[in-house]
């Protein structure tokens, strides 16, 4: 099922009116025809993210740094995800990366917690 535009950005709308439960009710009939989208991929890890779904939050985050290496987000937000979900030492390497490819104060502070 390919998800549409309308149903997209209502999905975002929900995640950023924290309603992670809500956007996935939209998102995840399509997850799997949308696999290689990165938007939507990145949408669904962000609500994964948001209601504590960690090890979803998780593959569908390595999914998006691997469609999109680049992510600096992505790449952020899988770091915060290991590391919320107790796995500092995986989270450490991400949150450095994401540091260096984008100067975000918050980045930052995240990377410095696994400074050597």
Do not use: F, I
Request: hydrophobic residues 45%; aromatic residues 6%; proline residues 5%.
């Amino acid at each position: 099922m390919k998800l549409t535009l309308e149903n997209y950005r209502v999905a975002e709308a929900l995640v950023e009116w924290r309603d992670p439960l809500g956007a996935l009710r939209l998102l995840e009939p399509a997850l799997e025809d949308e696999r290689d989208n990165v938007a939507v991929q990145q949408l669904a890890g962000r609500a994964y993210y948001l209601s504590l779904q960690l090890r979803r939050a998780e593959a569908t985050l390595r999914r998006v740094v691997e469609l999109d290496p680049c992510d600096a987000w992505a790449t952020h937000a899988l770091g915060r995800t290991l590391e919320r979900a107790g796995r500092g030492a995986e989270a450490a390497p991400y949150l450095r990366l994401a540091a260096a490819m984008n100067p975000e104060p918050e980045y930052a502070a995240a990377a410095a917690r696994y400074a050597d």
